[in-house]
């Protein structure tokens, strides 16, 4: 069993920068497939970005493209994700999740942290 907890939200104006991380814990971590997720309220659960095991390969949505940068760090059972040139529209708590599949969709993720609220104001 992994269990993941965030860490780093807050409150940012436009343009300014905010780095989140994931604490992990369990034996497995560097096993699993990390990513980060965010949702407002009334909407579905998206996808930001996702790292593959040993980090050589990741993905990105294509609204935080070249602004934001996921990593890991798996002696410490860590991942990031810092986000630059935040937008009021950036506004969400973000979740990181892991999956053993690889696959970066919500309904294919085994586990999920409980989220960290970020608010950019404009």
């Known amino acids: 069993q992994v269990q993941l907890a965030e860490s780093g939200g807050g409150l940012v104006q436009a343009g300014d920068s905010l780095r989140l991380t994931c604490a992990a814990s369990?034996?497995?971590?560097?096993?699993?497939?990390m990513g980060w997720f965010r949702q407002a309220p009334g909407k579905e659960r998206e996808f930001v970005a996702g790292?593959?095991?040993?980090?050589?390969?990741?993905s990105y949505a294509d609204s935080v493209k070249g602004r934001f940068t996921i990593s890991r760090d798996n002696a410490k059972n860590a991942v990031y994700l810092q986000m630059n040139s935040l937008k009021p529209e950036d506004t969400d708590v973000y979740y990181c999740?892991?999956?053993?599949?690889?696959?970066?969709?919500?309904?294919?993720?085994?586990?999920w942290g409980k989220g960290t609220p970020v608010t950019v104001s404009s």
């Open positions: 790292i593959s095991l040993r980090g050589g390969r990741t």
């Open positions: 369990g034996r497995t971590f560097s096993n699993i497939f």
């Open positions: 999740a892991g999956t053993w599949s690889g696959i970066w969709t919500a309904s294919a993720m085994n586990y």
